[in-house]
DNA sequence: ACATTTGTCAACCATTTGGTTAAACTAAAT
DNA sequence: ATTTAGTTTAACCAAATGGTTGACAAATGT
């Protein structure tokens, strides 16, 4: 047999399989068209995943597995809250701009099954708020920063750094630009959006 | 045949496929379960709106024309930037939260068809940021707005009203809330997301 | 009263879809 | 050379799906 050969196989199809569920999520894509992509016959992908939910899984895991550490990041580590809103909003509008269909893609399916972030959960890493909660109190009580929940913060962070990306046919729309312009937006934000939060709550 | 009865019908499909593409999508729908919700034939869908295709048209326009005059206050209406945000937070919060499945459905939906939101663009009373623009330029004149480019402020507007409620799932689990929770933390936003933005730009 | 149009339904149809099977093929191990 | 175990394929299948048909009922116009 092929060790070598499998897990070439095992991996084109999930690189097609990912390719798929992502732009079309998971009740758009088709068994056939990943089969196609990742150029191998049907009975392939039962053979490696058994199941259409095992291989939507398995992309779903690994995508959420790519965002869940930026997110960490922010909530984890030790620098200043201002610090760490600057970096985040660098750092993940460029990591964005590599992965534009992840976010719609995790929303998406999230929305259509919002039991299986139970699974998610339960696995380690993934993302809790409570250490962050904990900062923002103390930098409001230190008088760094403008008396604010924590929840709050932390969703308005998320909120102005992926929202233009999932909504992005909506805002070109709006704003009359096309996918050039609308990248140079994104760009801007990379430090708009943290001067803008900055701006917020500092005191 | 029953004029009152067929205008009654063609309603009933209209509600029940509302409910089932806005929940399900495009692709998750099933013309069996609509017509099951509509307490009617199968048949009677295509009697009334041809196609699945169609019917879902209908739908998408439907939703797209409650949403529009919302966005439309703050582009176009002649109060302060400042009122303007308060009130739109406000209101807008309050609006989804009785549609709440209203914006997911619109954001999924174009981004599975971005093309789609040509045809809209052509309908007049389509959101246009031009006058926004121009009034942010204004105030930034006269010394009552921080320099901002007009489209940023508007995504960022867009993005914190909009997004918690497109990401509820993943903000449940972050911030380990439950429903109840996560309903009083958006009321609270009705001005904290006004205060917030209020706090930025303000000079 | 009667023909015509409109509305409703059960049964049916063609196609697509996820999934299965059984046989053929490959390459390493004995 | 033969066995063995994993890999690949073409053909097939049952269920589901969007859509159609033809019969029939209810309302309308004349």
């Given at each position: 047999m092929a060790k070598t050969k499998d897990i070439n196989t095992e991996n084109q199809i999930l690189e097609a399989a990912k390719k798929v569920f992502q732009i079309k999520g998971m009740d758009g894509a088709r068994m056939q068209e990943i089969a196609d992509k990742a150029k191998i016959n049907k009975a392939m992908l039962h053979y490696y995943y058994r199941s259409k939910q095992l291989l939507f899984e398995a992309v779903f895991k690994n995508a959420f597995a790519l965002l869940a550490p930026q997110l960490n990041t922010i909530l984890n580590d030790d620098s200043s809250i201002e610090e760490k809103v600057r970096n985040f909003t660098s750092n993940y509008i460029s990591f964005i701009i590599k992965h534009p269909y992840l976010p719609s893609f995790i929303i998406q399916e999230l929305n259509r099954n919002p039991e299986f972030i139970l699974k998610l959960k339960e696995?380690?890493?993934?993302?809790?708020i409570a250490k962050f909660k904990k900062q923002v109190i103390l930098e409001i009580e230190k008088g760094?920063?403008?008396?604010?929940k924590g929840e709050q913060l932390f969703i308005n962070i998320l909120s102005l750094n992926i929202f233009p990306f999932v909504a992005s046919p909506l805002i070109k729309a709006f704003a009359n630009i096309d996918n050039k312009e609308f990248k140079q937006l994104m760009n801007d934000r990379k430090t708009e959006v943290a001067n803008f939060i900055v701006n917020s709550i500092k005191t």
């Open positions: 696995q380690k890493g993934f993302p809790n760094i920063l403008k008396p604010i």
